[in-house]
């Protein structure tokens, strides 16, 4: 599978900058929501990973993980309560050797029934392929509902690439507003429109990095 090009990336950065700027903004007006750090910590995430999946799915290309990501934080809030309640009971386990009489000897028989015979080197390398594959499905916003392995490579492929593009524009944003905070004593008044300035030029700074 061929990579996005560079103009579609740079397409993409410029569509996530201006994704970013508008929800944080506008999260900017609520700050009484967000009294301690974890809270602006979460809010910025969420408004990170928003603003990406709202510009993938402005680029050509099927891709399931944006409309995964735009599902759960909408869903997320009536989640949140029913989650925290369900784990809030832990599974207690018993193990044999606590059990006496026939209690005991059934346990252990349980356990030896239970217990596998030496595999094959086929079979344990189909389990180890099994086991990443469910973990790459986790992973992956909307990744248990890939049916086939190929569709599911393309889509973490694509989520990747996408991922450490906005890392890439978060962390030019980030050394965008160290400059702007250093130079806060010579002008103070036009602060966000020094930044805005700034990051604007994130997109022609990624098309040639250093």
């Not at 239970?114 to 189909?126: D, H, I, K, Q």
Request: charged fraction near 25%; hydrophobic fraction near 35%.
């Amino acid at each position: 599978m061929r990579g996005p090009s560079t103009t579609t990336m740079a397409t993409f950065k410029q569509s996530f900058l201006k994704n970013l700027l508008s929800s944080l903004k506008s999260s900017s007006k609520n700050k009484a929501a967000m009294s301690t750090l974890s809270e602006r910590k979460r809010a910025i995430k969420s408004s990170a990973d928003i603003a990406m999946a709202t510009a993938r799915t402005g680029i050509a290309g099927a891709a399931r993980w944006p409309h995964a990501i735009l599902a759960s934080s909408s869903s997320s809030s009536s989640s949140s309560s029913s989650s925290s309640s369900s784990s809030s009971m832990p599974r207690t386990t018993f193990p044999c050797k606590m059990m006496q009489g026939k209690v005991r000897r059934r346990c252990k028989s349980i356990v030896r029934r239970r217990t596998p015979l030496m595999s094959s080197s086929s079979e344990v390398a189909r389990r180890l392929v099994k086991k990443r594959d469910k973990v790459l499905r986790r992973m992956i916003p909307g990744g248990e509902l890939i049916a086939d392995e190929i569709s599911l490579l393309h889509e973490a492929m694509d989520y990747v690439v996408h991922l450490h593009a906005q890392v890439d524009v978060l962390r030019r944003v980030s050394r965008a507003a160290v400059a702007r905070r250093s130079s806060a004593s010579s002008s103070s008044s036009g602060g966000l429109a020094q930044l805005k300035e700034r990051t604007v030029q994130i997109s022609g700074e990624t098309e040639n990095p250093c």
